[in-house]
């Protein structure tokens, strides 16, 4: 035996027959190196069978299905606590998810058919009617209950951790890769992106940089002390955001494109919901208030610098197609003292490479 090479940590002898026999010693060792780097790669500590992104509700309820089959899994945070989203989201901090504490039932998938924010576990104390007795809960309660979630169960939730140009392993075609903010890099063979619906829509019109988002506008009621409030959509976060102010102001205006969709009416609770319309009431007894219908994508918002007011303009009337008797009638006839903009929320896909 003159020498020998390891190869999956077996020693393997190396023979002069062998050497001689066409380099097939060589060959096998330069292949036995290739595979075990390979695969030392795919398993690194980096690589799991499924990733998640995003450790919302989504995602760590997910994560507990997965750990209950025993998978190898990681859920993957940008944030430091579950359910970042609900750190600033609703900005008014009441949730409009009903938390049904009592059904007169004894039947458990009965209750839970009527509990909308308990996740699935075993654990009977991860019901959320043990966080909160209020009809529609504070935000800060579910913060505490999904971390309790997380806790309890032993989820492998990585946080601070962005993640960043998911692609396909273009060799492999199987396994997806990507990389998070301090250029760690992550393998797995099932990707689950668990991120919701959270970034908000901020379409481009005219005028557009003159609108304080619905992200970024104050929670100060007094800021808004004796002005008048143009909201630009009629989602929840619209009316969240009119019912939030508009003891404080002099009128506020909702403008959308289409009619207010009514979640009683429809029986989609996505739709506006009773507990955010109070504005409706205000408008419908002629209190100044007013909900109007126009495209929002066809209006230009212009700011007046000698008042730092600002103006709506229509095409009709910029073209000077609006009568003068009709512009005397709009109700948009005024300047606003502030324009917010609550147009809903899209996707994220800046996290994927193309």
């Known amino acids: 035996m003159e020498a020998s090479f390891r190869c999956f940590n077996h020693l393997i002898p190396v023979t002069h ?15 036995c190196f290739m595979l075990e780097t390979c695969w030392s790669e795919l398993h690194s500590p980096l690589a799991k069978d499924y990733c998640i992104i995003g450790a919302g509700p989504s995602g760590v309820q997910m994560a507990y299905f997965l750990q209950k089959k025993n998978r190898d899994y990681i859920v993957l945070e940008r944030g430091n606590v579950t359910g970042n989203f609900f750190l600033k989201y609703p900005r008014h901090n009441k949730l409009i998810s009903i938390n049904k504490r009592h059904t007169g039932k004894t039947n458990k998938e009965f209750n839970l058919r009527h509990d909308w924010n308990s996740l699935i576990s075993d654990d009977e104390s991860l019901l959320f009617k043990h966080y909160s007795k209020e009809f529609f809960p504070h935000k800060k309660h579910y913060l505490r209950y999904l971390d309790d979630y997380k806790k309890k ?45 959270s970034k908000p829509s901020v379409p481009s019109f005219g005028g ?103 103006r709506v303009l229509f095409p009709e009337m910029e073209d000077d197609s609006m009568a003068d008797s009709e512009l005397d009638n ?8 502030v324009v917010i903009r609550c147009l809903g929320w899209e996707f994220d896909d800046s996290l994927f490479s193309k």
């Open 153 to 197: 169960l032993n989820l492998n939730v990585q946080f601070n951790t962005d993640i960043r140009n998911v692609h396909r392993d273009n060799k492999t075609g199987s396994v997806t890769t990507m990389q998070d903010q301090n250029d760690n890099h992550y393998n797995c063979r099932t990707l689950i992106v668990a991120t919701g619906i």
């Open 208 to 310: 557009s940089e003159n609108t304080i988002g619905y992200e970024e506008m104050s929670m100060d009621p007094e800021d808004y002390e004796g002005k008048s409030v143009l909201i630009l959509g009629r989602g929840n976060s619209a009316f969240e955001t009119a019912q939030h102010i508009y003891g404080h102001t002099s009128l506020v205006h909702m403008v959308a494109r289409s009619r207010v969709r009514l979640s009683w009416a429809t029986h989609y609770v996505g739709d506006l919901r009773g507990v955010n319309n109070e504005l409706l009431d205000t408008y419908q007894l002629k209190s100044l208030d007013a909900v109007l219908e126009a495209p929002v994508g066809e209006v230009k918002i212009a700011k007046d610098p000698n008042t730092n007011k600002y």
């Open 330 to 337: 709009f109700a948009m006839r005024e300047d606003y003292d």
């Open 17 to 31: 027959r062998m050497l001689s026999m066409n380099f097939t010693a060589i060959l096998l060792a330069l292949a």
